[in-house]
């Protein structure tokens, strides 16, 4: 059986702001969390829907840069779709 899984990276309000200046192109992500977080949301449940298993990918501010580093990905959104992606892995290997 194949798992349909995907990540999605998912911030919180309190660091919202503070990841948007770190981000290259923090630009992109939205004015505000409120405004990304329903875009998001209809991300979410679009995918949900269309049978894959989401999972929604924390960013945290001391943590995201290391791990870019340590994989050779930039502070962008090729960056977070990399992280998030790995995370839904990580998270489908744990239930298998």
């Not at 630009?27 to 999972?55: M, P």
């Not at 990399?82 to 998270?91: M, S």
């Amino acid at each position: 059986m194949e798992v349909k899984a995907v990540g999605i990276p998912w911030y919180r309000q309190q660091d919202f702001d503070r990841l948007k200046a770190m981000f290259s192109d923090g630009s992109e992500i939205g004015a505000t969390f409120g405004g990304w977080l329903d875009s998001a949301e209809k991300v979410y449940q679009k995918l949900t829907a269309e049978g894959h298993v989401v999972v929604k990918a924390y960013i945290d501010p001391e943590e995201f840069p290391k791990w870019c580093a340590a994989h050779g990905k930039e502070l962008n959104a090729a960056g977070r779709r990399a992280y998030a992606n790995e995370c839904a892995a990580e998270t489908v290997r744990a239930t298998l």
